[in-house]
């Protein structure tokens, strides 16, 4: 008789920790894509996140559009290999795409290790430059805004793309 | 230029930005389902177009032109950056009609007269062939391209061109007044003008102008300061038009001055509040549907409402709200609409309200939707059927 509660009881625990086992399981499933999703889209041609760029919000702001503008970024690397030859390019232009002045500028970072960072400083000319031709849109008459684009590129072509649109 | 390995130990003393999510193709625009973008980045865009064939959209960016495919593809450019464009016209599946001015014109202190040009894709895509000068208005008629010139200080002619720009008629009785716009009626035989008659500063009459005869008559004029906005349209019951006082002041809060929407009937005489849209609405752009039985309106119902797109039938007096965003400005140009070939969608400009601060996103520029004005596709349905 003892023996059969023991086995009883046996037999049901065990059958409780399969169930239980198998409603952990199918939480774990569930969740796992939310938390994939936070983190950002890749962009076309790298093949994974090897590097991201960190831009001080604060310094943002204080840029204007005048000559001599400054901006430093954060190039890191969230591998685990340390980078060599990180390309770090700055392209500014204005929303205004009928003006020809897009401006480049371009940094290469030698040596990054593994889950380190570094800065990158960026001087540059934010200033619209008068062009005979130019006009302002014909129906409104805001000012255009300028735009920073700023890439990260490993030799491997992994890339991390920035676009910032500055205020007028 | 200053470069410095740091390590990782500054990161938390800086008020970074973190970017906001990629956008393009997965983010719903705000303007409701089935919405399609049908351009990205940056640049002020306007006057959307249609190929006959529905494929491609041609439009103007910052003064110059371009086309895309509808659905996927690169943009191809047709004017040099500098050439200012206000219209253009599909007469084929790869000719555009240009309406605009060179660069060599005046653009600043002189009033720009404009030209008419001939683009070919496929050829040297930025050479344009000048088809006539001072051309006033273009519309796209049955037979062909049909366009106002200006004859003299105040007087226009009407000329139709064949789709390779050829004019094969010109009418010689010319028309008192200079024509602003034009858009022929739905069965083609006859157009309908907005003219700006001798001495006024105001663009105050409606004209019907018969292709068959080549004889112009009054339909109606406006009285007090007030003038046609855009391009009137012609449906198969009535003529529709935008109008208002341009003189009204800007109110205090930066409020547009405030156009409505008029209806004329074919006999003419006096222009009537549109009926169906009801008494608040405030009217920006007008087009009549390619079979001439429904109005696309951009416009707002009240003047503190958000802009949207609305269709309107004429016939049983139904308006339907196609969009009830809030969250996007949708651009209230007299041409920044255009009915697809087969009136099953609209092209209209729109961008996201502008942030005051700095903002970061993780998308190349190109990418980019609601940061700039870009061309929406919205489905409106069948005329039968509500959208």
New interface residues.
Partial sequence: MTRDIVFWLSGAALAFLVTAGAFLLLANLAIAPSEKSLKPDETPGGSGHAVDLELDGERLASLRPLPDQSLEVVVQNEGSKQLSDVNVTLSVSSENTALSDSRYYRQTVEEIPAGGAADVRFEFDLATPEQPGARLPAVTQEPSREILELRATTPEGNSTVRTVILPP | ????????A??DE????A?L??ASGRVDPGLGPGTRALSS????K?SPSWSPGGDRIAFT????VVDKPTDSGDQRRWTT??F?A?VTEWVSEDTLMILGAA?AQP?RTQEISSSLYKARAGEDSLGLERVRKEVLAIGRGRGGLIFALGSGTYESEIALARDDGEVYRLYTRPIRGRVAALSPSPGGAEIVLAVRPPGDREISRLSVFDLRTGEAREMTRLEGNQEILGTPQWTEQSLYFVAGKRDTPVDSDGAEPLYYLYRVSQEGGAPEPASGVGEDFVAASVRVSPDGKRLAIIGRLNPKAPANLYVLDPLTKALTAVTTNEDMEIKT?PDDLAWSPGGESVAVIARGI????????????DR?LK??YNLYEIPVGGPEEAP
């Avoid at chain 2, 980045?41 to 002020?44: F, N, R, S, T």
């Fill in positions: 230029m200053a470069l410095l390995v740091a390590g990782c500054h990161a800086e008020v970074s930005i970017p999510a990629p980045g940056p640049g002020y306007g960016v910052d003064g110059y950056r500098d200012f206000e660069p653009t140009g502008p942030s005051t601060e700095p903002e970061v996103h993780a998308d190349p520029v980019l940061d700039f």
